[in-house]
């Protein structure tokens, strides 16, 4: 019978723990390159370098982070610390065919947005031109870049970390004939009026950067990806409500294709997106 890695955690720590703490050890994990991202409750911080050490043994990996504070800021930046290993902890985290270079303690990378990456990777035609206005390191741009092979793919990303390793990235993948990257605000720089599809992956105050995502579209039509949460009090349908009277002010329409839940992101809320449909 197949032991998980879980459970060969819980054997091991079970010597070093006491018994009253084993409850409260992480049943979940991101695993980004050899950096393991435990959230170790605070029951478990006076353990937390013996913890570490089994996890990145049993898991294979050379660094242990713990997320203490989430995703914060206009820069998406990672709030963690390091409990166990190598304090230098980029390494290259390869998935789906595509190779992603990152420092997760400066950086954000979700393995919970595995299959919308792999979705993204498929979605585009040969013929399109696609804008990316959070593109990161490279999250979804890659797998387009990589898989469909857009005719152009324009990737903006304001956080000058991010944006480093987004442009060694697309070497590494040898999309350069395909992806131009764009330092700054998209609001200032993401270019106007070229783009048959535009990605809108920003989860905070989502609905403010609708217009400039219309503003990217070629003419009067397109589809945008729309990434936004949704709880007990923000429905799908008032997502979509926001996307249909953003096009209205621009005498657009707005139709939507298809809306998936990413992951969960908070108890009660969830990741989403919407893909619609922009025309007259």
Known sequence: MRVTPFECVQKELSKELPADCMQFLPKKWEKVGTVVILKLPKELEPF???????????LGCSSVLN??????GVYRTPTVTLVWGSSQTETMHTENGVRYLLDPQKVMFSSGNTTE??????????????????????????AMAVHSRPKKIVACEMNPVAFDYLCKNIILNHATEIVEPLCGD??????????????????????????????????????LHYHALISRSTTIEDLLKQVQMCAESYNRHATLLLA???????????????????GE
Not at 260 to 276: F, M, N, Q, R, T
Request: aromatic fraction near 8%; glycine fraction near 12%; charge should be positive.
């Open 48 to 58: 937390q370098e013996t913890i570490g050490k089994v996890y990145a043994s049993v």
């Open 117 to 142: 990456r792999k979705r993204m990777g498929l979605i585009s035609g040969s013929k399109e031109t696609v804008v990316d206005l959070f593109a990161g390191i490279g999250y979804f741009t890659l």
């Open 67 to 72: 997320d203490v504070g989430g995703i914060a």
């Open 260 to 278: 998936k839940e990413i992951k969960s992101y908070a108890p009660g809320v969830s990741h989403v997106v919407l893909d619609v449909r922009i």
């Open 186 to 223: 998209n609001r200032k720089v993401a270019p106007k009026g070229c783009a048959d599809r535009v990605l809108v992956g920003y989860l905070q105050e989502a609905d403010t950067f609708l217009p400039f995502a219309m503003e990217c579209l070629r003419g009067t039509r397109g589809v």
